[in-house]
């Protein structure tokens, strides 16, 4: 770049070049450790819910659980512990779902503000180092009383905002890579809570019985004592199941 190698621009730029390169090695450590873990959490949505929902609907809960248990993305954990709490009632169900989405979404969001925090700093960090540097270009002339070529005033310029320009370098591809993440994270926070929602109704759905109909006769009145009372009709008696 310009004709220099990286060593010689750092060398250039100043002190405030090595704060911009730590910035830089951290922001693609935690881009690709990031995109390893998002790789291996993602699943689609549609083809898990679809195959959950058949499971639920013919009420094969060990089938479902087994499903969710193959799965290591964080819509599987969620429906696991729903799953998990079969026996308890819905309420009781759908917070622990809840509390496991939270707990599934910090870890997601894990090192993201470390993106959002490189992002931020960097260009200010090469904005000082170029004030740093345009400073001390104008310390030099006026040590020179003012006997100086624009060359050289040119030069300490050019050093200058060699630092503001690896800031930029290194805080555009950092935000954008943030806002990207981010915006991952906000998609599957949904999901989760859709996936919830799909199983309160599901398991709403199978608890619903039919009703039982169930046939009693009021016994004879005894005829000995005088003419047969009239037939009473049957009563029928309805009991929710």
């Not at 621009?9 to 951290?26: A, D, E, F, K, Q």
């Not at 935690?30 to 639920?56: A, D, N, P």
Request: aromatic content about 8%.
């Amino acid at each position: 770049m310009w004709g220099l190698d990286i060593w010689e621009l750092l060398t250039r730029g100043g002190m405030v070049m090595w704060p911009l390169l730590i910035c830089s090695v951290l922001s693609v450590a935690i881009t690709i450790e990031r995109l390893c873990y998002f790789t291996v959490k993602s699943t689609r949505y549609s083809r898990f819910q679809g195959h959950l929902e058949k499971l639920m609907r013919t009420k094969d809960i060990q089938g479902a659980d087994s499903f969710v248990s193959f799965h290591r993305s964080p819509l599987a954990r969620v429906a696991k512990t729903y799953l998990s709490h079969m026996t308890h009632p819905s309420s009781i169900r759908q917070e622990a779902a809840t509390r496991e989405a939270s707990l599934q979404l910090t870890h997601l969001e894990r090192r993201l503000g470390w993106l959002s925090i490189i992002g931020t700093l960097a260009p200010m960090i090469g904005l000082l180092g170029t004030v740093i540097g345009l400073v001390e270009a104008f310390q030099q002339i006026e040590l020179a009383g003012g006997q100086v070529q624009p060359s050289d005033l040119a030069a300490g310029i050019w050093k200058a905002l060699l630092t503001t320009v690896f800031g930029l370098i290194v805080a555009l591809p950092t935000l954008a890579i943030f806002h990207l993440f981010d915006s991952r994270v906000g998609s599957m926070a949904l999901q989760m809570q859709w996936l919830v929602a799909h199983l309160n109704e599901w398991t709403s759905t199978a608890s619903n019985d039919s009703p039982i109909v169930k046939t009693s006769a009021v016994p004879a009145a005894n005829t000995a004592a005088g003419p047969a009372p009239t037939a009473q009709p049957a009563v029928l008696s309805v009991e929710e199941g």
